[in-house]
């Protein structure tokens, strides 16, 4: 279902403009595949690249070398809007990543406006109540959020498409 073959990523070293462009290694030749109801935990040390992976393989980032493959189809930069609902990503810092001039529930409908779904309100309910949020929440910002309300929050958006594939940094 999910299969990443020879993922490789490569950041280039800023040198002066007259040598030889020198490349970093984040990671290379990972190679793994999960079917439905697997987990897969990817640890590491500060700055050993587990973002950089993360996001290549939601397709935020292009590999420098190989693939991932969603149920056997090569994807690359989330061009296909099937995969990008089904295959979610939750960022590490997650006040960073939702918008902070914007109520909570506005960023709540764009989820269901983005991919052209009917809002469910009974399931936005049942999904509070697990992730024990209240609707109150709905009319902050995200800059008024702890970080743990704001990391429940991004829970929240990814669920709400009840994706295949949830990946966590």
């Given at each position: ?67 991932v ?45 983005n ?18 949020l209240k ?13 743990g ?21």
């Amino acid at each position: 279902m999910f299969e990443v073959r020879h993922l490789a990523k490569n950041y280039p070293l800023k040198r002066h403009w007259y040598l030889k462009e020198e490349q970093r290694s984040i990671f290379e030749n990972v190679n793994f595949s999960l079917n439905l109801g697997e987990n897969l935990l990817i640890s590491g040390e500060s700055g050993a690249g587990k973002s950089t992976l993360a996001r290549v393989l939601c397709g935020l980032e292009k590999p420098s070398f190989g693939e991932v493959l969603y149920r056997g189809k090569s994807m690359h930069l989330g061009e296909n809007l099937h995969f990008k609902k089904e295959v979610q990503y939750v960022f590490q810092d997650q006040k960073l990543a939702l918008n902070p001039y914007r109520k909570i529930k506005s960023l709540i409908d764009d989820v269901w406006e983005n991919f052209s779904l009917k809002k469910d309100e009974k399931f936005l309910q049942e999904l509070l109540g697990n992730l024990n949020l209240k609707e109150e929440i709905f009319a902050l910002k995200s800059t008024q959020l702890s970080g743990g309300e704001a990391s429940r929050v991004g829970l929240l958006r990814a669920f709400l498409l009840r994706p295949k594939i949830l990946i966590l940094d």
